[in-house]
């Protein structure tokens, strides 16, 4: 079936160090891939989407992109803030307009100043 | 303000007592969903709904039911709590599904534990 594996965290950086964040997946076709954010004491916020390969999501300085050969879609930052610390979790949705979607485990970051 | 709101926010119940938690929506969202999040497990979807009366499992539906009698509302009912639904659930909506042009709003979530 469909799954869903980031990298475990936590993980801690100093601010204005880069980020990486690995996820993969493992689904038939072309899925659609999330990134969401969770707040300190908040619900998910959508960060960024893609739908085929090489696309490039990105929003708020974060960066993903849907590698189709690796299977892949790995959540980057150039220089991430305090204000960035929280959970991030990669998601991934099967077909169009469906309204099944699985998530990975989720990885907290820590940015510490 | 479009929001998702779910109702409790904190429930402390005893194994067995049938308990409702609400989950409503202002943004006429025809799509809504529920999951529970639990430590190293990330976000697991229990049901979904594409629209009134439209109801269909997610990944872990077992000890929950829901209904989708009109659209801004979605509960989770669960009629016989057993300790190891002691979670933490949200609530989700968006305006179709899940897809790359639509958007999923999350409410604020339900602590939700069971002695």
């Known amino acids: 079936g469909n799954s869903v594996t980031q990298m475990e965290g936590p993980v801690t950086l100093s601010e204005e160090a880069f980020l990486t964040i690995n996820c993969t997946y493992t689904?038939?076709?072309?899925?659609?891939l999330f990134w969401y954010v969770q707040y300190p004491g908040e619900g998910l916020q959508l960060l960024l989407k893609?739908?085929?390969?090489?696309d490039k999501g990105s929003n708020k300085g974060f960066e993903a992109t849907y590698r189709k050969e690796t299977t892949s879609f790995h959540l980057e930052k150039g220089s991430v803030q305090v204000s960035d610390s929280a959970v991030y979790f990669c998601?991934?949705?099967?077909?169009?307009?469906?309204?099944?979607?699985?998530f990975g485990q989720g990885t907290t970051l820590q940015v510490k100043p | 303000e479009a929001q998702v709101t779910q109702n409790p926010r904190y429930l402390i119940t005893v194994t067995g007592k049938k308990l409702t938690v609400t989950c409503s929506q202002n943004?006429?969202?025809?799509?809504m969903s529920w999951y529970r999040q639990d430590p190293g497990l990330g976000l697991r979807q229990i049901y979904y709904?594409?629209?009134?009366?439209?109801?269909d499992k997610g990944d872990v539906p077992e000890g929950y039911k829901v209904s989708r009698k009109e659209k801004r509302n979605f509960p989770l009912i669960l009629e016989s709590p057993s300790p190891n639904q002691t979670s933490l659930y949200f609530c989700a909506s968006s305006l179709y599904g899940i897809s790359s042009t639509d958007t999923q709003y999350f409410g604020p979530g339900t602590r939700l534990t069971v002695l």
């Open positions: 709904s594409m629209n009134v009366e439209v109801t």
């Open positions: 689904a038939t076709g072309y899925p659609s």
């Open positions: 943004m006429n969202h025809e799509y």
């Open positions: 998601a991934l949705a099967q077909g169009s307009n469906t309204g099944k979607l699985i």
């Open positions: 893609a739908t085929k390969a090489d």
